[in-house]
Antibody, heavy 119, light 108 residues
Framework: EVQLVESGGDLVQPGGSLRLSCVAS????????MTWVRQAPGKGLEWVAN????????YYVNSVKGRFTISRDNAKNSLYMQMNSLRGEDMGVYYC????????????WGQGTLVTVSS | DIQMTQSPSSLSASVGDRVTITCRAS??????LNWYQQKPGKAPNLLIY???SLQSGVPSRFSGSGSGTDFTLTISSLQPDDFATYYC??????????FGPGTKVDIK
């Protein structure tokens, strides 16, 4: 069974940093694009970033470019998001999602990890 | 960037009703349109992919149609488990993979 388990969400002050992790199991991690999607409290879904199978291509939503870095370790079946210079608008639940190629879809989601940005 | 809109933003319906939700893209996205259901406090669940393909395990009362810029999600007979928020999402052009703003379906 496919499983995606996120961790790393926490309360952080504006301007602070956080690293999210996602451990995957139940499928060959290195065969798939991976994606982070977030959801602000009471709001809709927002695609944040994705990364190709070998890490050679990475894409970001404009609002996080230069502040967030997506990465992966295929040997550890793990996906990461380094989040720097955090802002209030970055607050929300971050989901690790399998997929992210053009023409594809997001069939498997983690349970999410909550990032709170507040002083 | 491709913009996605949904209508209505919310609706009230009764068990057994036929429910239709519309999603529109700001430019043609062929059939690269997916639908998700999300319940409070839970991760989204894929219902329909590439406009009309039913995801494994999803009840057949859910169906999708459309191509180009206009798409529809239909629930043929609303069940108590279907009260949730529904999102469309395009995968034709990225970044970003845009989601629609959502349609909340609640009990009449």
């Amino acid at each position: 069974e496919v499983q995606l388990v996120e961790s790393g969400g926490d309360l952080v002050q504006p301007g602070g940093s956080l690293r999210l992790s996602c451990v995957a199991s139940g499928f060959t991690f290195s065969n798939y694009w991976m994606t982070w999607v977030r959801q602000a409290p009471g709001k809709g879904l927002e695609w944040v970033a994705n990364i190709k199978q070998d890490g050679s291509e990475k894409y970001y939503v404009n609002s996080v470019k230069g502040r967030f870095t997506i990465s992966r370790d295929n040997a550890k079946n793990s996906l990461y998001m380094q989040m720097n210079s955090l802002r209030g608008e970055d607050m929300g639940v971050y989901y690790c999602v399998r997929g992210g190629s053009l023409g594809g879809y997001f069939a498997w989601w983690g349970q999410g990890t909550l990032v709170t940005v507040s002083s | 960037d491709i913009q996605m809109t949904q209508s209505p933003s919310s609706l009230s319906a009764s068990v057994g009703d036929r429910v239709t939700i519309t999603c529109r893209a700001s430019q043609s996205i062929s059939r690269n349109l997916n639908w998700y259901q999300q319940k409070p406090g839970k991760a989204p669940n894929l219902l329909i992919y590439t406009a009309s393909s039913l995801q494994s395990g999803v009840p057949s009362r859910f169906s999708g149609s459309g191509s180009g810029t206009d798409f529809t999600l239909t629930i043929s007979s609303l069940q108590p488990d279907d009260f949730a928020t529904y999102y469309c999402q395009q995968s034709y052009s990225a970044p970003p993979f845009t989601f629609g703003p959502g349609t909340k379906v609640d009990i009449k």
